[in-house]
């Protein structure tokens, strides 16, 4: 099979030991999701009554039985993400009987830009004659699958061989007994919900769950009405929800990146903005912004190198942290200059309050700090500037600036 490709015609099966299954019943389909067609070989044409001419994914969707449209659509969805995917389903042909097709991916074409592209699958029909008997049951115990049957009462009718492996159970000791009695695990489990809804619905109805017979894995369960029964089949998508969850924290740590600062850990120009205006467009209280800018630091690097350039900013950064509430906001906004947004404050003392917050920062900063034999000290001026209630933040960064560069011409 590992050297099936598409247009593969008249693929034959060496299944002639299942009595009821000739050794020809087994055709090829290929599917296009990105120009929604489908395409029959001669032998699948045949199971599907598919006229000559007509587009294959129109016939594909009339003969699917309605209830279950939903199951093989999942089964699609799945196939993009992995090979092997198996499905046994219903389709009504125009004389109006029901045909049993087991499906199953083989093969996917990836376009250069790897996505999905043309899924090769295999069909396979099953005699409706002797489906719900030995020839079911062989099939169904070579999918890879977990599948069960419980009636209406939920008495265990059916488990196949997957089922069997895992659930630690031989069909022998369970079959014909309500499975709360034959696996005690499942009652008051999703099992119930499940087979309540498929009744009364009568619609599909999946899940994933941490399994309840197989510790530290997770299980994805649908559960479907099948004349007054419910069938359920069940797989194991502990690599999946574990790679999906590798990728979500993968995703968190780049949008991490992207909002702080790379050297300094503090908020980046473009989040630090973003937060600004929010603040000051959400709250009608009163608020103090300051522009924060090392004194002659370009002397700082000039002198000591850029490394010991970088290792001043991160420690005037964390110094200011040290002066900032939960509600408070803190960026660097470019190069040796920082932003700090004051919020939560009451208006009355509002600027007593950035003022204090102003001594404080420039009193640690002018701390030394330490590097091998040298001890380096730097200083900071603060430009302030206050709002009693919702502001542009360019005009409030512009008077913090204005303030800032007032106070440095005084220094000089």
Not at 75 to 84: K, N, Q, R, T
Not at 178 to 187: F, I, M, S
Not at 237 to 259: C, F, G, K, M, N
Request: charged share 25%.
């Amino acid at each position: 099979m590992n050297g099936l490709r598409p247009n593969t015609p008249g693929l034959r099966s060496r299944v002639s030991d299942i009595d009821g299954v000739c050794p020809t019943t087994i055709g090829t389909t290929r599917f296009d999701p990105e120009n929604g067609t489908l395409e029959f070989d001669a032998r699948a044409r045949e199971i599907f009554d598919a006229p000559v001419g007509r587009p294959g994914l129109e016939v594909w969707l009339e003969r699917v039985h309605p209830e279950d449209l939903a199951l093989v659509g999942t089964m699609y969805a799945d196939c993009v993400e992995s090979l092997g995917t198996e499905c046994l389903y219903r389709i009504i042909v125009p004389d109006g009987r029901t045909r049993y097709i087991l499906t199953r991916s083989m093969f996917i074409d990836r376009h250069h830009t790897t996505r999905p592209g043309v899924l090769t699958a295999i069909v396979l029909e099953v005699d409706p004659a002797v489906a719900s008997d030995t020839v079911l049951t062989r099939v169904l115990d070579r999918v890879s699958l977990g599948f069960a049957v419980l009636d209406a009462d939920m008495t265990l009718v059916y488990l196949n061989a997957q089922g069997e492996n895992h659930l630690g159970v031989r069909r022998g000791e369970v079959l014909g007994r309500h499975v709360h009695d034959a696996l005690p695990l499942t009652k008051g489990s999703f099992l119930d919900e499940l087979h309540e809804t498929a009744l009364t619905a009568r619609c599909p109805a999946t899940l994933r769950t941490p399994s309840l017979y197989a510790p530290g894995r997770t299980v994805e369960v649908t559960a479907n009405y099948v004349d007054g029964n419910v069938a359920f089949d069940f797989r194991d998508v502990t690599d999946q929800v574990e790679q999906t969850s590798r990728l979500i924290d993968s995703y968190r740590s780049i949008l991490d990146r992207a909002r702080y600062d790379d050297l300094t850990g503090v908020l980046g120009r473009a989040t630090l903005l973003e937060r600004l205006a929010g603040n000051l467009g959400e709250s009608s209280a009163s608020a103090a912004l300051l522009f924060v800018d090392v004194d002659d630091f370009k002397t700082v690097n000039d002198t000591y190198g850029h490394a010991v350039g970088d290792l001043v900013l991160r420690t005037v950064a964390q110094r200011m942290v040290e002066h900032c509430g939960p509600f408070d906001v803190l960026g660097r906004i470019g190069g040796d200059e920082f932003i700090v947004g004051l919020f939560a404050r009451p208006a009355s003392g509002l600027r007593r309050a950035a003022e204090d917050v102003c001594s404080a920062i420039e009193a640690d900063v002018r701390t030394p700090i330490a590097h091998g034999d040298h001890h380096i000290e730097v200083t900071v001026s603060v430009g302030v500037a206050l709002t009693k209630g919702p502001t542009d933040l360019a005009d409030l960064l512009a008077d913090a600036d204005a303030d800032l560069y007032r106070k440095k011409r005084t220094l000089h």
